[in-house]
């Protein structure tokens, strides 16, 4: 069992904000690193009141709404903000509780913990991860401007007709246009393509139920085709190697270094379909 002075002591020495106040607000005690966040001296103790340490707003929340829930309750716990006396207002994670005597509350116990260091964390978190995301989005759309520009001079357009559609006998023709749905492709933020539906009545009414299957349907489309992409990125990848690899293989079998260049220089000819290359061996700088 700790006892009172035990437990004064490791309250006296805490970290963070630790208070008592009477039920009006007035503060009856509060430890030293409670003085320091707030930015007063044991002095001012008696003169404090929990207003002094709220901006206004939210001390007229504690008041007229926090307050009386507590009463209810017997303890609130929440992220807030603290004022200190200079006016520099810092977020805190601030718990509330009830002292009772002859089970009637008699005080509340205040303790904050200053979150400034956590959410400058928070945010620089958040701003690293924001320039991560908008790197892999250019790379994104990079590496598909390069895939796109191999097939088809830049583009894939495919369409399809069911089959099994039939349109309805009450469908009169109409001078409008079909009725069209386009939903981006996209992929971690970056457009890849486009899905089109279309619909020959001119009337037609897309349902959200209909609208979050497109979508879902679109979003598994990005996923599925990232995939090949990287499926082919990964095969080239290994012809390559596997090219570079025959081409060693062969030089490594040759006598002597002129067998050896040519023997490089005629197998990198073949695997990249040209009709000429050369080496040159040079000293010192080259301009």
Sequence with gaps: MVNEQVLATIIHNHADFIGVSDLQGQMLYLNPAGLKMIGADSELLPALTVQDFYP??????????IVPQILLDGCWTAESRMRKLDGLVMPVEQTITINYEEDEPVSFNIVMRDLSQA????????????????????????????????????????EYENPDYQAEDNLKPDSRPPTSFRLPISFRGQDIGMLSLQDLDPHRQWT????????????????????????????????RERIARQITDKMRVTPDLE?????????????????????????GETK
Excluded: C, M
């Design 119 to 158: 959410k400058l964390a928070e945010a620089e978190q958040e701003r690293l991860q924001a320039e991560i995301e908008e790197i892999y989005r250019r790379y994104v759309r990079g590496e598909w401007e390069q895939f796109l520009k191999k097939r088809l001079a830049g583009g894939i357009h495919l």
């Design 259 to 283: 067998t050896i260049v040519n023997t490089g220089l005629a197998e990198l000819a073949k695997a990249l379909g040209v009709p000429h290359t050369y080496l040159k061996f040079t000293t």
């Design 208 to 239: 959200d139920d209909e609208l979050t299957l497109v979508a879902a349907v679109a979003e598994q489309l990005a996923l599925t085709l990232e995939n090949l992409r990287l499926f082919e990125e990964t095969q080239q990848q290994a012809t």
């Design 56 to 65: 206004p707003h939210e001390a007229s929340k504690l008041i007229h709404e």
